[in-house]
């Protein structure tokens, strides 16, 4: 197991069962914080890590709400800030980059050698060699796009495709599957990719459970998307009621209370797990 899933799997084991996303967006910031920009930011971030790190199963940051000039300082300085605070708490950068080889060798020092980040999501349409560079990293996390959680993932992720199996055989799939089933066949030799299926989707994410076996499978759209909790626990884990790292970002770090926040979500997966 690399590094980064052996730190969630030691967090899995003390009891916590939630991904925290920082999705730091000012329009539902405490007003105290947003007339700072990026440093508003940055102090929000920290203030809610200091409440919810006890419990988190790791953290996610969202790249794309850094807009401003200090934004990737900010960034930076966040990912520093858990790692000195909290050592054994992983860090996901939710950047979903995909671009051609050499570009993608820039977003893969600037993602785990600058900002230092554990994890990553990825795009798997350039195909491996886009991704390379990230998975050649085997200490870290990578996490491809597969069935995501938005409204109009059907309309690309859900399409049939014919699959070449050999010089006289095709199989058809659904595109989310041929990711899933390329994934975890090719491109997971040293155990450091997972996949993205969003909590929108519990058919799918069954489905996925059952091509890639024991892989990660890193799952938004808990909250506002409208995701059902029990649905997603009881679709996505393994066998040994594992592999799940379910992310909820706003119905967190928004609340009133985030301590209590986690803790409810935290004991609610355990009732659920509880019955399987």
Known sequence: MNAFFEMVNKRWDTGARVCVGFDPDPE????EYCAGGSSGQLAFMTDVLQKVAPRAL??????????????????ESFIDYVH????????????????????????????FDVLKADGATASPYLGHDSLEPLLARTD???????????????????????????DKTTVIRLLYEHVAYVASEKWNAAGNCGLVVGATAPEELK??????????????????????????????????????????????????DQRRAIANYTNHINDILATM
């Open 28 to 31: 539902f910031m405490p007003s």
């Open 58 to 75: 790791c953290v996610k940051v969202n790249r794309k709400f850094f807009h401003d000039t200090g934004g990737l300082l900010a960034l």
């Open 84 to 111: 000195r605070k909290f050592p054994d708490l992983a860090v996901i950068h939710d950047g979903k980059d995909g671009d051609i080889g050499n570009s993608m060798r820039g977003a893969s020092t600037e993602i």
């Open 140 to 166: 870290k996390g990578v996490f491809v796009l597969c069935r995501t959680s938005n409204k109009s993932a059907t309309q690309f992720q859900n399409l049939e495709v014919r699959v070449p199996v050999d």
């Open 207 to 256: 489905r996925v459970r059952e091509i890639v076996g024991d892989m990660p499978i890193l799952i938004p759209g808990i909250g506002k998307q409208g995701g059902d909790l029990a649905a997603t626990v009881r679709s996505g884990v393994t066998t040994d009621k594992r592999g799940i790292i379910i992310t909820i970002s706003s119905g967190i770090i928004f609340a009133l």
